[in-house]
């Protein structure tokens, strides 16, 4: 790291397709004569290993998850990591990590965004602006407001994906706007670049066309619930999502980067009067509105839901329960995926194709009584 040019090579774990607003914000407020921004690789069986063998047993899934990213970059030449910090035992992750990475004898500097009162932004300027003297705090608040503006297209644009992708009548129309969607939102410089991206994508978006209402009715539809990085980090729970498109099934997820960072705080009151005959207080974390959104599911007629959490995740545990009452008084059929690093992918697979063939039965016998 003598040379000026790499002083700084940051990196930060992986989220689904995060890593493009986080890498258009780092890539904007960095001096690329001095810092280069190291996308961490791909999740592969080689994360899971090293984050398995590097992390306390009994800790929940993502941290280890998270500490296969962060090995893999610091052995790929990183020096910074970022880390996003929070609410439930994820707030602890953080701590624990630079503990333990600094205990195996890597030498980095370490960010965490957020704590338990959320972020505050002078203090993540202050640090920043060690890696840049050159940066000004206008200037730091404006790219950061304006990485919440691509994040919030992002997500507009892959939940209609999501919500359209089986009706879609030319296959692989879908797929190849993403990829060239995704390739523009990385460098998007400004408002009037990131406009332009968003009327020209979402036209064409809008018109890919689709199967018609009549088609439609024999689609199974079913709702994903549960922890938010096992819903948003598709590898953790072996693209289970794709799975369920590939299997023509119609899938509605609910949490977002945009809901977590933007709607949670502001909905939580109104979800749990939602589900009041079930639950009378918070779940913490995601486990209010894996009971709530369920609720929501079954008055939207959907036909099955998904709950996934990643081993030790208690608020998901904890919903687990009143998730049953709710099969039982509805009759809706509810499967339960809980993902760790043992976790087989056939397995997986077999249980997601059993229940895609008992709900179609259903579906099947509803119609014809
Ligand atoms: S929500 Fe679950 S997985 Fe996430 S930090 Fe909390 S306990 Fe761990």
């Known amino acids: 790291m003598s040379n ?9 774990p992986h989220l689904g397709n995060y890593y493009i607003p986080v890498y258009n914000f780092l890539n904007n407020i960095l001096d690329s004569s001095t810092t280069k921004i190291l996308i961490p690789k791909m999740m592969s069986s080689s994360t899971v290993k090293y984050g398995e063998e590097n992390s306390p047993d009994y800790v929940c899934t993502p941290f280890k998850y998270n500490m296969g990213n962060f090995i893999e970059s610091l052995e790929n030449g990183a020096n910074v990591l970022i880390q996003a910090g929070g609410g439930c035992r ?49 200037y730091f608040v404006y790219r950061f407001l304006f990485t919440l503006k691509i994040l919030n297209l992002l997500d507009k644009f892959e939940t209609y994906v999501r919500d359209n992708y089986v009706y879609e009548i030319d296959a692989g129309k879908f797929d190849k706007l993403h990829t060239s969607f995704l390739n523009k ?6 408002n009037k670049e990131l406009n332009i991206i968003k009327k ?43 799975e369920l498109l590939k299997m023509g099934v119609k899938v509605k997820r609910y949490t977002t980067a945009t809901y977590l960072l933007l709607k949670k705080k502001a909905e939580e009151k109104n979800l749990l009067k939602k589900s009041n005959k079930y639950i009378t207080y918070a779940l913490g974390a995601d486990g209010t509105e894996s009971v709530a959104h369920s609720l929501e599911l079954i008055d939207e007629g959907y036909d099955g839901i998904i709950h996934i959490k990643p081993f030790g995740c208690t608020p998901e545990i ?39 063939d008992m709900l179609k039965m259903k579906k099947e016998c509803n119609a014809n009584e």
């Open 4 to 12: 000026t040019k790499n002083k700084y090579v940051v990196s930060f």
């Open 90 to 138: 994820y707030g602890y992750y953080a701590e624990v990590q630079e503990k333990i990475l600094k205990d195996m004898g890597y030498d980095f500097i370490y960010i965490v965004l957020f704590d338990s009162n959320g972020i505050d932004v002078k203090k993540v300027f202050d640090i920043f602006k060690k890696l840049n003297p050159k940066l000004k705090f206008s």
């Open 185 to 190: 939102l990385k460098y998007v410089k400004d």
């Open 200 to 242: 020209d994508y979402f036209k064409k978006l809008h018109n890919i066309k689709l199967k018609d209402e009549a088609k439609r009715k024999d689609i199974i539809k079913v709702g994903i619930v549960g922890e938010l990085y096992t819903s948003m980090e598709p590898y953790s729970s072996f693209y289970i999502e794709r």
């Open 318 to 356: 904890n919903a687990m329960p009143i998730l049953q009452k709710i099969s039982n008084d509805f009759n809706i059929p509810i499967i339960y995926f809980t993902f760790d690093m043992q976790s087989s992918e056939v397995g997986i697979t077999t249980r997601l194709e059993a229940f895609y």
